[in-house]
């Protein structure tokens, strides 16, 4: 299993929010010293998502608490995170992310929802047992529009 996941909770594939956690994604493997990293994006597990037992949810559900660092990526939906990403999460046991460093990513139009729904994000994530970072990653507008650069200057904040 690759020591960092990618999670990404909008429900709409090849979406600016994806690309922003990917870019996250890319920079911590390489800081880890790691090529690659896996990716969970709940857009393909739409349908799965709601099936129980359902494989490829399983397997996603297995990456995502086999992580060492977790990146959680969501729009931000009435000031909190997709309801697609808190199917998928809903379905860990409980302390499922004990000893996971865990990371939320929120993408917003406004920085205040996105500020609202990282904290709720944080939350949730430190409920499952994950160590939570001091602060998430935000972006709003246009800083979408270069998610390179935006998870550049975060990496940078938080690899030391």
Do not use: C
């Not at 559900?61 to 660092?69: C, I, K, R």
């Not at 809903?90 to 000893?99: F, K, R, S, Y």
């Not at 996971?100 to 993408?107: G, K, M, S």
């Amino acid at each position: 299993m690759a020591e960092v996941v990618v999670v990404s909770g909008h429900p709409d594939p090849a979406s600016s929010t994806l690309k922003l956690a990917t870019a996250l994604g890319e920079r911590l493997a390489a800081s880890r010293g790691e090529g690659s990293f896996t990716t969970v994006d709940v857009a393909e597990l739409r349908p799965g998502l709601l099936v129980p037992a359902d494989p490829d949810t399983s397997e996603a559900l297995l990456n995502v608490q086999d992580a060492a660092v977790l990146i959680v990526a969501t729009p931000a939906w009435r000031s909190t995170f997709s309801g697609a990403l808190k199917v998928l999460l809903d379905q860990l046991p409980a302390n499922a992310l004990a000893g996971v460093l865990a990371i939320p990513v929120v993408t917003a139009d406004l920085q205040e929802q996105a500020d609202a729904a990282e904290a709720a994000l944080a939350r949730l994530l430190s409920e499952l047992g994950a160590d939570v970072v001091d602060f998430g990653l935000t972006a709003v507008g246009t800083e979408l529009t270069d998610p390179g650069t935006v998870a550049d200057l975060y990496a940078s904040a938080i690899i030391r």
